[in-house]
């Protein structure tokens, strides 16, 4: 995949649209600008053009975006998702948190506004009305473009919305729990989400877009793997009889199709009935090509079916 313009395109808003492969910024550095730049640019030059932060992330990784950027001279054509308030075990869903968290990352990236600000957890003691006034206010500060959440059950989206409708607030405009072909046995960080069938059903109902992090269940599908070995938190939170399986058809439909089972797996989550995106977390350049095959891999809804073992 050479061409910048073969890279498809999410509608977040009507005036924000994302690219379906999305940019994990966990792996950029600032210390090490010439690595972080060559992902970057090579990102971009696939025609990908949103960048995934987040304030728990820290102040490297941010940097390394801003400085890129500034370089780049492409602040404006990026869509940047910062996410804010999380609890660093404590409570801290609150407005004042909300802007301190933004400041600061304005502050790393040498920018004044993010497109997507998203919560990156919930907290089901604080009503969704006071969480939307809140983000509300960040909107018309002009400090974010959009608004959307992490790491919430969509029942709790679902609530937030309909407030937001009947009270004239922007609601959240997308969801970005974890979505992967591999379903995880317990959550890899505590109070994160991921969706299953009911979820999808829900997004495939209301159509709102999903930006789906771990899309490649940290590498389950690229045969580093065995049943008999592993690094021992991909074990404890993927190793089951029931991803094993997910793995083996994920071969066989690689086999069929001339692809490798790490592009179906990410297929899979492309391939969704409804706006969806995939973060992702490549470490090379050589990485982020292979995650870039799977834009190209169509998957029908019988073969998605079969590959999370149903009929």
Known sequence: MTNAAKMPLVA?????????????????????????????????????????????????????????????????????IGKGAHPYGSPRMTREFMEQDLAETFERMQTDYVDIFMLHRDDPDKSVGYILESMNSLLEAGYCRALGVSNWTVARIQEANEY??????????????????????EPRWEGCVSVYADDLAWHERTQLPLLSWSSQASGFFTGRYNPDNGDPEIRRVYYSDANWERYRRAEA????????????????????????????????????HSSANALQVALTPDEARWLDLGK
């Not at 379906?20 to 600008?33: E, F």
Request: hydrophobic content about 45%; some cysteine; charged content about 20%.
């Open 164 to 185: 937001a409708a009947a009270h004239g607030l922007v609601g959240m405009a997308c969801n970005s729990p974890n979505l992967s072909l591999a379903k995880p046995n």
């Open 12 to 80: 977040v808003t009507d005036k924000i649209a994302c690219s379906k492969l999305v940019l994990g910024s966990m792996m950029l550095d600032s210390d090490r600008m010439e690595h972080s730049a060559e992902l970057m640019d090579a990102y971009a030059a696939l025609g990908g053009n949103c960048i995934d932060t987040a304030h728990v992330y820290g102040d490297r990784s941010s940097r390394a975006v801003g400085l890129w950027m500034k370089e780049r001279g492409n602040r404006a054509e990026m869509v940047i």
């Open 253 to 288: 439909l690689g086999r069929e199709k001339g692809v490798s089972a790490n592009d179906i797996a990410l297929a899979y989550v492309l391939n969704q009935p409804f706006p969806v995106c995939a973060l992702i977390g490549p470490n090379t350049v050589q990485e982020l």
